[in-house]
Protein backbone atom coordinates (compact mmCIF):
# COMPACT_ATOMS: atom_id res chain seq x y z
CA UNK A 1 0.00 0.00 0.00
CA UNK A 2 1.35 3.48 -0.49
CA UNK A 3 0.48 6.27 1.90
CA UNK A 4 -0.12 9.96 0.09
CA UNK A 5 1.62 11.63 3.03
CA UNK A 6 -0.22 15.11 1.53
CA UNK A 7 -3.68 12.92 2.31
CA UNK A 8 -2.84 13.05 6.16
CA UNK A 9 -4.11 15.76 8.60
CA UNK A 10 -1.64 18.05 10.60
CA UNK A 11 -2.88 16.52 13.69
CA UNK A 12 -1.88 13.14 12.29
CA UNK A 13 1.53 13.91 11.81
CA UNK A 14 1.27 15.96 15.24
CA UNK A 15 0.89 12.12 16.76
CA UNK A 16 3.79 11.02 15.38
CA UNK A 17 6.41 13.76 16.14
CA UNK A 18 4.77 15.22 19.03
CA UNK A 19 6.89 14.65 22.12
CA UNK A 20 4.46 15.57 24.71
CA UNK A 21 3.41 12.65 27.04
CA UNK A 22 1.11 10.16 26.30
CA UNK A 23 -1.74 8.45 28.84
CA UNK A 24 -2.07 5.30 26.36
CA UNK A 25 -1.52 1.44 26.34
CA UNK A 26 1.34 1.07 23.63
CA UNK A 27 -0.60 -1.34 21.88
CA UNK A 28 -3.68 0.75 21.69
CA UNK A 29 -0.90 3.55 20.44
CA UNK A 30 0.01 1.73 17.62
CA UNK A 31 -3.73 0.54 16.37
CA UNK A 32 -4.76 4.48 16.91
CA UNK A 33 -1.71 5.76 14.90
CA UNK A 34 -2.28 2.92 11.69
CA UNK A 35 -6.37 4.19 12.43
CA UNK A 36 -5.27 7.68 11.59
CA UNK A 37 -3.23 7.16 8.49
CA UNK A 38 -5.25 4.56 6.48
CA UNK A 39 -9.07 5.41 7.74
CA UNK A 40 -9.56 9.61 7.56
CA UNK A 41 -10.26 10.01 4.16
CA UNK A 42 -13.59 8.10 5.08
CA UNK A 43 -16.60 10.60 6.05
CA UNK A 44 -17.12 10.46 9.81
CA UNK A 45 -18.48 12.68 12.12
CA UNK A 46 -17.79 11.32 16.46
CA UNK A 47 -20.64 13.15 17.55
CA UNK A 48 -22.79 11.23 15.14
CA UNK A 49 -21.20 8.05 16.01
CA UNK A 50 -21.89 9.08 19.60
CA UNK A 51 -25.79 9.97 18.65
CA UNK A 52 -26.37 6.89 17.06
CA UNK A 53 -24.76 5.07 19.87
CA UNK A 54 -26.83 6.75 22.60
CA UNK A 55 -30.15 5.85 20.18
CA UNK A 56 -29.18 2.61 19.77
CA UNK A 57 -28.73 2.05 23.71
CA UNK A 58 -32.05 3.94 24.42
CA UNK A 59 -33.87 1.62 21.95
CA UNK A 60 -32.82 -1.00 24.45
CA UNK A 61 -33.83 0.59 27.29
CA UNK A 62 -37.03 0.72 27.41
CA UNK A 63 -38.62 3.98 29.12
CA UNK A 64 -34.82 5.83 29.80
CA UNK A 65 -34.63 8.85 27.51
CA UNK A 66 -30.69 8.80 26.43
CA UNK A 67 -29.22 11.99 25.07
CA UNK A 68 -25.89 13.27 23.38
CA UNK A 69 -24.06 15.63 21.77
CA UNK A 70 -26.39 18.91 20.85
CA UNK A 71 -29.32 17.71 22.25
CA UNK A 72 -27.79 17.99 26.00
CA UNK A 73 -28.58 21.44 25.77
CA UNK A 74 -32.12 20.93 23.82
CA UNK A 75 -35.80 20.33 25.64
CA UNK A 76 -35.58 16.72 26.59
CA UNK A 77 -37.27 14.61 29.17
CA UNK A 78 -37.09 15.14 32.27
CA UNK A 79 -34.99 12.26 33.87
CA UNK A 80 -32.68 11.94 30.61
CA UNK A 81 -29.43 10.57 30.78
CA UNK A 82 -26.29 12.07 29.33
CA UNK A 83 -24.56 9.66 27.25
CA UNK A 84 -20.17 10.31 26.76
CA UNK A 85 -18.86 7.87 24.88
CA UNK A 86 -15.38 7.99 25.12
CA UNK A 87 -13.64 5.52 22.22
CA UNK A 88 -10.41 5.10 20.18
CA UNK A 89 -7.70 7.51 20.96
CA UNK A 90 -7.80 10.47 23.29
CA UNK A 91 -7.21 13.61 22.22
CA UNK A 92 -7.48 16.86 23.72
CA UNK A 93 -9.15 18.36 20.31
CA UNK A 94 -9.64 17.25 16.75
CA UNK A 95 -10.49 19.03 13.63
CA UNK A 96 -13.35 17.45 11.33
CA UNK A 97 -14.86 16.28 14.49
CA UNK A 98 -12.98 12.94 14.15
CA UNK A 99 -12.00 11.44 17.33
CA UNK A 100 -13.23 11.53 20.73
CA UNK A 101 -12.17 15.34 21.92
CA UNK A 102 -11.31 16.38 26.16
CA UNK A 103 -12.38 20.02 25.07
CA UNK A 104 -15.37 18.51 23.58
CA UNK A 105 -16.39 16.43 26.69
CA UNK A 106 -16.01 19.01 29.17
CA UNK A 107 -18.08 21.44 26.58
CA UNK A 108 -20.75 18.23 26.76
CA UNK A 109 -20.31 18.14 30.56
CA UNK A 110 -21.69 21.34 31.40
CA UNK A 111 -24.35 21.28 29.43
CA UNK A 112 -25.96 18.62 30.43
CA UNK A 113 -24.91 19.59 34.25
CA UNK A 114 -26.82 23.07 33.37
CA UNK A 115 -30.03 21.46 32.09
CA UNK A 116 -32.55 20.69 34.72
CA UNK A 117 -33.92 17.41 32.50
CA UNK A 118 -30.82 15.44 32.47
CA UNK A 119 -30.56 13.54 35.77
CA UNK A 120 -27.39 11.68 35.50
CA UNK A 121 -24.10 11.54 33.55
CA UNK A 122 -23.31 8.17 31.61
CA UNK A 123 -19.63 7.73 30.23
CA UNK A 124 -18.95 4.33 27.97
CA UNK A 125 -15.30 3.48 28.00
CA UNK A 126 -13.55 1.52 24.91
CA UNK A 127 -10.43 3.26 24.73
CA UNK A 128 -6.29 2.52 25.36
CA UNK A 129 -5.69 6.07 26.46
CA UNK A 130 -4.30 8.94 24.60
CA UNK A 131 -2.51 12.85 25.16
CA UNK A 132 -2.02 13.58 28.25
CA UNK A 133 -2.62 17.63 27.90
CA UNK A 134 -6.37 18.45 28.87
CA UNK A 135 -7.11 15.70 31.18
CA UNK A 136 -6.80 17.58 34.58
CA UNK A 137 -9.39 20.17 33.14
CA UNK A 138 -11.59 17.64 32.17
CA UNK A 139 -10.68 15.50 35.66
CA UNK A 140 -11.46 18.67 37.40
CA UNK A 141 -14.57 19.30 35.81
CA UNK A 142 -15.82 15.66 36.33
CA UNK A 143 -15.40 16.01 40.32
CA UNK A 144 -17.10 19.53 40.39
CA UNK A 145 -20.50 17.71 38.82
CA UNK A 146 -23.09 17.38 41.28
CA UNK A 147 -25.19 15.12 38.97
CA UNK A 148 -24.38 11.38 39.51
CA UNK A 149 -21.59 9.94 36.81
CA UNK A 150 -21.55 6.52 35.84
CA UNK A 151 -18.43 4.49 33.71
CA UNK A 152 -19.44 0.99 31.70
CA UNK A 153 -16.47 -0.48 30.77
CA UNK A 154 -16.37 -2.25 27.22
CA UNK A 155 -13.23 -4.34 26.23
CA UNK A 156 -10.57 -1.53 27.27
CA UNK A 157 -10.08 1.20 29.80
CA UNK A 158 -6.49 2.45 30.51
CA UNK A 159 -4.19 4.70 30.83
CA UNK A 160 -5.96 8.04 29.94
CA UNK A 161 -9.12 6.45 29.57
CA UNK A 162 -9.00 5.33 33.38
CA UNK A 163 -7.89 9.21 34.20
CA UNK A 164 -11.79 9.79 33.05
CA UNK A 165 -13.63 6.54 34.05
CA UNK A 166 -12.02 6.97 37.77
CA UNK A 167 -14.24 9.96 38.40
CA UNK A 168 -17.54 8.09 38.51
CA UNK A 169 -19.27 6.88 41.43
CA UNK A 170 -19.50 3.29 39.70
CA UNK A 171 -17.16 2.18 37.55
CA UNK A 172 -18.36 -1.00 35.90
CA UNK A 173 -16.86 -3.63 32.87
CA UNK A 174 -19.04 -5.83 30.41
CA UNK A 175 -17.09 -8.87 30.58
CA UNK A 176 -14.38 -10.73 32.38
CA UNK A 177 -12.40 -10.23 29.63
CA UNK A 178 -11.79 -6.72 29.70
CA UNK A 179 -8.46 -4.65 30.54
CA UNK A 180 -8.27 -1.92 32.76
CA UNK A 181 -5.35 0.25 34.07
CA UNK A 182 -1.95 1.05 32.82
CA UNK A 183 -1.60 4.34 35.40
CA UNK A 184 1.29 5.80 33.65
CA UNK A 185 2.65 7.96 31.18
CA UNK A 186 4.89 6.89 27.93
CA UNK A 187 6.23 8.94 25.44
CA UNK A 188 7.24 8.20 21.74
CA UNK A 189 10.07 9.44 19.26
CA UNK A 190 10.72 8.59 15.75
CA UNK A 191 14.25 8.60 14.93
CA UNK A 192 14.74 9.15 11.09
CA UNK A 193 18.24 10.15 11.47
CA UNK A 194 19.73 6.56 10.22
CA UNK A 195 17.22 6.37 7.23
CA UNK A 196 17.95 9.97 6.33
CA UNK A 197 21.73 9.50 6.23
CA UNK A 198 21.12 6.23 3.75
CA UNK A 199 18.96 8.50 1.52
CA UNK A 200 21.80 11.00 2.00
CA UNK A 201 19.42 13.46 3.67
CA UNK A 202 21.58 15.64 6.48
CA UNK A 203 19.47 17.07 8.90
CA UNK A 204 20.63 20.90 9.81
CA UNK A 205 19.51 22.51 12.61
CA UNK A 206 20.68 26.19 13.14
CA UNK A 207 20.33 27.76 17.00
CA UNK A 208 21.33 31.71 17.10
CA UNK A 209 23.36 32.59 20.11
CA UNK A 210 22.47 32.01 23.67
CA UNK A 211 19.65 29.55 22.90
CA UNK A 212 21.75 26.33 23.74
CA UNK A 213 18.97 25.14 25.96
CA UNK A 214 16.62 25.15 23.12
CA UNK A 215 14.70 21.67 22.61
CA UNK A 216 17.97 20.20 24.53
CA UNK A 217 15.66 18.34 26.45
CA UNK A 218 13.75 16.92 23.17
CA UNK A 219 17.33 16.42 21.31
CA UNK A 220 19.45 14.51 24.01
CA UNK A 221 16.33 12.12 24.25
CA UNK A 222 16.23 11.33 20.60
CA UNK A 223 19.78 11.63 18.95
CA UNK A 224 22.08 11.42 22.05
CA UNK A 225 20.52 8.80 24.06
CA UNK A 226 20.32 11.08 27.10
CA UNK A 227 16.29 11.10 27.97
CA UNK A 228 16.78 11.45 31.58
CA UNK A 229 16.11 15.22 31.15
CA UNK A 230 13.27 14.74 29.62
CA UNK A 231 12.02 11.89 31.98
CA UNK A 232 12.46 13.90 34.79
CA UNK A 233 10.92 17.49 33.87
CA UNK A 234 8.15 16.43 31.23
CA UNK A 235 6.81 12.57 32.06
CA UNK A 236 7.42 12.63 36.02
CA UNK A 237 5.42 15.36 36.39
CA UNK A 238 2.79 14.49 34.59
CA UNK A 239 2.65 10.51 36.41
CA UNK A 240 2.29 12.07 39.76
CA UNK A 241 -0.35 14.52 38.76
CA UNK A 242 -2.14 11.35 37.40
CA UNK A 243 -1.68 8.91 40.30
CA UNK A 244 -2.87 11.46 42.60
CA UNK A 245 -6.08 12.10 40.82
CA UNK A 246 -6.63 8.23 40.80
CA UNK A 247 -5.50 8.18 44.21
CA UNK A 248 -8.21 10.64 45.34
CA UNK A 249 -10.88 9.55 42.90
CA UNK A 250 -11.10 6.08 43.74
CA UNK A 251 -11.12 5.18 47.98
CA UNK A 252 -9.68 1.72 47.38
CA UNK A 253 -6.60 2.66 45.26
CA UNK A 254 -5.72 5.76 47.87
CA UNK A 255 -3.70 3.65 50.18
CA UNK A 256 -1.88 1.86 47.15
CA UNK A 257 2.17 2.55 47.76
CA UNK A 258 3.66 4.16 44.71
CA UNK A 259 5.35 0.82 44.24
CA UNK A 260 2.15 -1.11 43.61
CA UNK A 261 1.64 -2.40 40.39
CA UNK A 262 -1.73 -0.41 39.74
CA UNK A 263 0.78 2.85 40.54
CA UNK A 264 3.38 1.82 38.01
CA UNK A 265 0.84 1.31 34.78
CA UNK A 266 0.41 -2.62 35.29
CA UNK A 267 -2.93 -3.30 33.36
CA UNK A 268 -5.45 -5.91 34.78
CA UNK A 269 -8.22 -8.44 33.22
CA UNK A 270 -11.72 -7.76 34.88
CA UNK A 271 -11.89 -9.79 37.80
CA UNK A 272 -7.85 -8.55 38.80
CA UNK A 273 -9.26 -4.90 38.14
CA UNK A 274 -12.08 -5.64 40.63
CA UNK A 275 -9.66 -7.34 43.45
CA UNK A 276 -7.43 -4.32 43.08
CA UNK A 277 -10.14 -1.83 43.33
CA UNK A 278 -9.82 -0.44 39.62
CA UNK A 279 -13.29 -1.10 38.89
CA UNK A 280 -16.50 -2.02 41.36
CA UNK A 281 -18.28 -4.97 39.13
CA UNK A 282 -19.01 -6.62 36.29
CA UNK A 283 -22.36 -6.26 34.41
CA UNK A 284 -24.01 -5.27 31.06
CA UNK A 285 -24.15 -2.01 29.62
CA UNK A 286 -27.85 -1.80 30.25
CA UNK A 287 -27.45 -2.73 34.03
CA UNK A 288 -25.16 0.19 34.35
CA UNK A 289 -27.56 2.23 32.68
CA UNK A 290 -30.42 1.62 34.63
CA UNK A 291 -28.12 2.31 37.88
CA UNK A 292 -27.08 5.65 36.47
CA UNK A 293 -30.17 6.48 35.78
CA UNK A 294 -32.23 5.36 38.89
CA UNK A 295 -29.04 7.57 40.53
CA UNK A 296 -30.12 10.71 38.56
CA UNK A 297 -34.02 10.05 39.44
CA UNK A 298 -33.17 10.22 43.41
CA UNK A 299 -30.70 13.05 42.62
CA UNK A 300 -33.90 14.79 41.24
CA UNK A 301 -35.72 14.24 43.68
CA UNK A 302 -33.26 15.49 46.77
CA UNK A 303 -32.72 18.92 44.56
CA UNK A 304 -36.79 18.97 44.65
CA UNK A 305 -37.22 18.63 48.22
CA UNK A 306 -34.05 21.27 48.78
CA UNK A 307 -35.66 23.43 46.75
CA UNK A 308 -39.42 23.07 48.13
CA UNK A 309 -37.51 23.84 51.85
CA UNK A 310 -35.62 26.99 50.72
CA UNK A 311 -38.88 28.30 49.13
CA UNK A 312 -40.64 27.52 51.87
CA UNK A 313 -38.17 29.26 54.53
CA UNK A 314 -38.33 32.22 52.26
CA UNK A 315 -42.23 32.64 52.81
Known sequence: MIIDLSKISRESLDLVLNPSGWLIDIGEFHAALADIILSRSAEYSYSKDCFKHAEAIAARVNGISVVSGDSLSQDIPEGSVAYYRVSGLVRSDYPYDWYFSSKRMVRDLLSAEG??????????????????????????????????????????????????????????????????????????????????????????????????????????????????EFIRKELNPIREQFVDAVRAARPALSMLADDHPVMRGEDYRTEEALAVGLIDGIQTLEQSLRDAHRAGLAYLDSVRTRTQALNFLNQ
Open 115 to 228: NPNIAAHFIHVSSGGGEAWYLDRLYETLISLEKPIFAHIEKICASAAYYIACTAQQVMAETPNCTVGSIGVMCQFTNLQGLFEKLGIKDVQLYASGSDLKNKKILDALYREKPE
